[in-house]
Structure formats: structure tokens, C-alpha cells
């Protein structure tokens, strides 16, 4: 089965500092695919960025970059420049191949300070 | 584009009613939905799936007679709470795929999610 494990419960982040966020896997599949959901106090998800496992090349979208080292099953998200609307829940997510569920993790509470 | 819509956004109802939750997908033909439930402070399970005219398929620990699945049209899935009771009080959110015209064949559509109460 697979395991998406977010280690940090909670994080803290100055205005305009950056911070990354972790998350690790456990698959034995070759074809998947990784996320990373915001869900602010609406609680609606919305996708940050996302990541094929077969591109070595990290994806990036604007501020948000993410860290993705296969061998090592670590898929962590960078988020410059952090700004006060950045402050959500951030879940990892997983999923295998391109027509499967999503497997999410425990999430990581970011919390922007002004 | 790729708009999931949830309907109701809240309910409240009491304990032993069954409560039905629609979600639609607004601009395209959702071939698979999903259906997670998330409690307070928690992560989003993944309650079941569910192919448009075929029967659901359901994670380990649902119920399935508990929680009815219907995905009768490629634009609507609804998940009906039978004789609910206080520990099904949760956040239920669906998601929605549109496989057939690869323009989404990466990404899940989230609704607004719906929030139950059981009294």
C-alpha cells in the first residue's frame, strides 16, 4: 500500500522569509504522480503544484518550487517570497498512475507572520 | 474551467434521517468521482470511488449500505448518509476526474465540500 507521511504538523513562516515544507512516500509502482493541496479555512483544496515521476526536472510554479529526490522518496515544497496568504493547510498527496485515487498526507499547518 | 460544485454546503439533521449530498461537475463529463471525508484537524480519506454506471467501490472500514453511492450521469454523484448518527458528523468532500478528454488526465477537481452535523 501506499504512504504519504507529512512529518511537520505544524510550521511558521516570517513575511517574504522562505520556508519548505516535507514529505515522503512509500510505493513500489514506477508510474505515479505527487502533489501538494492548499486548503485555507474555506476548506476548499486547491492544487499548488504537482510533479510526474518519470521528469527529473523539479516542477515550479511561481513562488512554489518543490525538492522532488526519487531514490530517496522525498517530495518536499519550497514556498518563496511567503506572503500572508500562503497561511493553510498543506497536504501532500499521491497518486498512482493516471487514473487512480489520491492518497494524501497528515498535512502541515503553515502559519505566515507578518 | 473544471468546476465542482457541492450542494448542501452545510446540513444539519437528525440522528436516524438519511441526508443526501450532490456533487456536480460543472463544465465537464466527471467519468470518475471520489468521495473523502475529513475530520476536524485531520487529512482527507478517501471514503470511495465511483465510475459513472457502475456500482462504487469501497474503501476498507465503509460501509457501503451506510453510505450510498450513486453515479448515474457523467455530470452527478450523490453520497446519501443513511440513519445518520453524531459520528458521522464530519466534512465531506468530492472530487471529480474527466478522463475522457485528457484535458485533466493529471489532475483531481475538488468540490467546496459539504459539512454534516448530526444532532
Known amino acids: 500500500a501506499q504512504t504519504v507521511t507529512q512529518s511537520q504538523p505544524e510550521m511558521s513562516v516570517q513575511e517574504a522569509e522562505t520556508v519548505t515544507l516535507s514529505c515522503t512516500y512509500d510505493?513500489?509502482?514506477?508510474?505515479?504522480?505527487l502533489f501538494w493541496y492548499k486548503q485555507p479555512p474555506s476548506r476548499q483544496m486547491i492544487l499548488v503544484i504537482r510533479?510526474?515521476?518519470?521528469?527529473?526536472q523539479n516542477a515550479t510554479e511561481n513562488r512554489f518550487s518543490v525538492n522532488f529526490q526519487k531514490a530517496a522518496k522525498s517530495f518536499s515544497l519550497k514556498i518563496s517570497d511567503s506572503q500572508l496568504g500562503d497561511a493553510a493547510m498543506y497536504f501532500c498527496a499521491y497518486r498512482r498512475g493516471n487514473n487512480n485515487d489520491m492518497r494524501f498526507g497528515a498535512g502541515t499547518r503553515l502559519t505566515v507572520k507578518p | 474551467g473544471a468546476v465542482v460544485s457541492q450542494h448542501p454546503s452545510w446540513v444539519i439533521c437528525k440522528s436516524g434521517t438519511s441526508v443526501k449530498i450532490e456533487c456536480r461537475s460543472l463544465?465537464?463529463?466527471?467519468?470518475?468521482m471520489f468521495w473523502y471525508r475529513q475530520f476536524p484537524k485531520q487529512s482527507l480519506m478517501l471514503m470511495a470511488t465511483?465510475?459513472?454506471?457502475?456500482?462504487?467501490?469501497?474503501e476498507q472500514g465503509v460501509e457501503k449500505d451506510k453510505f450510498l453511492i450513486n453515479h448515474a450521469s457523467l455530470t452527478l454523484s450523490t453520497l446519501t448518509v443513511t440513519s445518520a448518527h453524531p459520528e458521522d458528523s464530519s466534512f465531506y468532500i468530492c472530487s471529480a476526474r474527466d478522463y475522457l478528454s485528457g484535458r485533466a488526465n493529471y489532475e483531481q477537481f475538488f468540490g467546496p465540500g459539504t459539512r454534516l452535523t448530526v444532532l
Open positions: 510505493t513500489s509502482e514506477s508510474d505515479y504522480y
Open positions: 463544465d465537464f463529463q466527471a467519468t470518475t
Open positions: 510533479q510526474e515521476a518519470y521528469k527529473q
Open positions: 465511483s465510475n459513472e454506471g457502475s456500482k462504487a467501490t469501497y
